[in-house]
Nanobody
Framework: QVQLVESGGGLVQTGGSLRLSCVAS??????MAWYRQAPGKQREPVGT???????NYVDSVKGRFLISRDNAKNTVYLQMHNLKPEDTAVYYC??????????WGQGTQVTVSS
């Protein structure tokens, strides 16, 4: 059974850091993406990482967020620095295949206090 489990969220003050994890089971990691959904807003992409470790980010998080992967642990990470209140959201990881069928994990809540 293919499953993605996100964790590591929490409450942090403005300027703080958090590291989110996404553990995959029943599948091998290839292209992975992080998304987020803020209250009252649509889910939006944050960034991606491919099998070679190459990353892309949306402009709003460039220079603050870093996506990495540990293939031995079948885990993808989202390291977030200099967090802002507008980063408050539920964060999800996903793959293109799961995205195509609308399958999502439970996500992990990140709340940044001002």
């Amino acid at each position: 059974q293919v499953q993605l489990v996100e964790s590591g969220g929490g409450l942090v003050q403005t300027g703080g850091s958090l590291r989110l994890s996404c553990v995959a089971s029943g599948m091998s990691l290839n292209i992975m993406a992080w998304y987020r959904q803020a209250p009252g807003k649509q889910r939006e992409p944050v960034g991606t990482i491919n099998s070679a470790g190459e990353t892309n980010y949306v402009d709003s998080v460039k220079g603050r967020f870093l996506i990495s992967r540990d293939n031995a642990k079948n885990t993808v990470y989202l390291q977030m620095h200099n967090l802002k209140p507008e980063d408050t959201a539920v964060y999800y990881c996903n793959t293109p295949a799961r995205l195509a069928v609308g399958s999502w994990g439970q996500g992990t809540q990140v709340t940044v206090s001002s």
